[in-house]
């Protein structure tokens, strides 16, 4: 399943590229992330690569986001290899970030222009991230009172994105400079754990339910999942192309 | 070839009742109704996109539920609507859906799409709706499969084309193992090649039967109003007056006799379709639930 996966990942990569590019989501990333991590230290190599990863996750997440085409429901797949499909997808995705990281910071480490305990430092903030952003479907927009349904989805994602920001922006910040006080220790720690917390609870609490809303067109068609149902909003759907 | 049974789906504001048909091997099922009516719901259905919440859909003896993998190879589906990624090419996009199935035919698909002037190596977003429909029907031949489900395609094709897809649908079912359901509203073509038909109105099927016995199920009567008005009312599905003359839709049997200054007539499909719908609308439920199931 995982080299179907990958091929369909491949096949499209084109015109995912261009779905994500147009997406606005993608480039907020971009522009907050470029100055806040860059501007710190000019010299720093790791701020930029950090930047570059966190930047290749969210086009990642824009890219494929865990939901599958209607020609995939059409396909002969049974309700278990969709799930598998999704899983697998969001697994593939999550591996590729992991990849790129030690791709670009294993030569840093060796040239010397990273440390060791700076990587770790970056590897928890960028796990912690892309686990996060992979939590993330096409449908979302598409689910009628979103928060009765999904719990405290957004806050949850919301509050976990700008304490990762934050904190990787503190990271750098203190990792840069001469000396820091320690509040500014205790605030990365902080930082570190929350964003922890965040993504572990959006991974527990709200990819199972993504996953099982997209295994079956039905609830992806009709943006629902039992909840605030109607026939209207099947017809106000704006994916919707078919009739009744 | 495919057996539907009792199928219910309900949704806020609307509702398929209780279709219950079965399409032997080797024929052509034609399923008809005005907009609204659950054409396309039922082959949501058959297709597994939507589940039922009643009753039970075969697919060539396998149940629909337990076997979905098996089922699905057996379906080759025509959409009307854009179902393929439009920036990879066709051989990109086929090559991509045909892994999944056991039969794909790469070759097959490439022989279609120069039958129909596709050229392999254009992007699907380039593609007129019309080839794009074409484009599916092509895959949907290309994995072989045993029954075809289209919906509504013909609308988009130019006339030579139709003429052509009718001729490979009926080549299609010709070996006696393929079967082919056809939801249209375009039923000059049901008319040409369908052997069953299905009238589905409201989410509830009318009637479902094979062409002999729909011929000999109605006659279309035209004549002088007051001619019209001493038919049996049991009989009338639905009468249009005009000012001197009009027609009426009536059930028809061996034992019917008419009068012989009205012109007694086997209605088209159109004819069956507009008028049954009338009876519907102005008795609030059509008085001509012909249960007369395949």
Known sequence: ?244 | MLKVSHVSKKFQGFCLKDVDFYLPKGYICGVFGPNGSGKTTLLNLIMKLYRADKGEIFIDGTDLCQDERGCKEQLGVVLNEDIFPDNMTLTENADMLGKYYRNYDRRLLEDYCERFFLPLNRKCGKLSKGEKLKYQFAFALSHQPKLLLLDEPTANFDPEFRTEFLKIITEFVSDGEHSVLLATHILEDLQQVGDYFLFLEKGEVTFAMERSRLEDSYRMVLGENYKLKLLKPDRVVYAEYGKEMGKALVRHSAYAVYDKEVTVTVPSLEEIMYFTVKAGGSRGKSKTPTQDFI
């Not at chain 1, 500014?184 to 199972?208: A, D, F, K, N, Q």
């Open chain 1, 1 to 244: 399943m995982l080299k179907y996966i990958w091929k369909d990942y491949k096949a499209d990569f084109k015109g995912r590229l261009k779905y994500a590019y147009l997406h606005t989501h993608s480039w907020i990333y971009f522009f907050v992330y470029l100055p806040l991590i860059c501007s710190w230290d000019i010299h720093s190599l790791g701020a930029a690569a950090a930047w570059l990863l966190w930047f290749e996750a969210v086009m990642l997440a824009e890219m494929y986001p865990n939901y599958m085409s209607k020609a995939m429901y059409l396909c002969p797949l049974s309700r278990q290899q969709r799930r598998e499909y999704l899983i697998k997808g969001y697994l593939l995705k999550v591996g590729i970030c992991m990849a790129s990281f030690w791709i670009l910071f294993v030569p840093l480490i060796l040239l010397g222009k990273a440390e060791p305990l700076e990587t770790l430092g970056v590897f928890v903030f960028y796990v912690s991230f892309v686990v996060m952003v992979n939590v993330h479907t096409k449908y979302e927009k598409n689910i009628p009172n979103k928060d009765a349904y999904m719990g405290y989805y957004s806050v949850w994602r919301l509050i976990g994105y700008v304490v990762n920001l934050m904190g990787i922006v503190l990271f750098y910040s203190v990792w840069d400079a001469q000396s820091s006080a320690l509040w500014e220790y205790i605030g990365i720690g902080m930082g570190m754990i929350t964003t922890v917390i965040c993504s572990i609870i959006m991974v527990i609490r709200y990819l199972p339910r993504i996953i099982e809303r997209n295994v079956d067109y039905e609830n992806c068609d009709r943006g629902y999942f039992g909840i605030g149902d109607s026939y209207e909003n099947h017809h106000s759907n704006a994916r919707n192309y078919g009739n009744l």
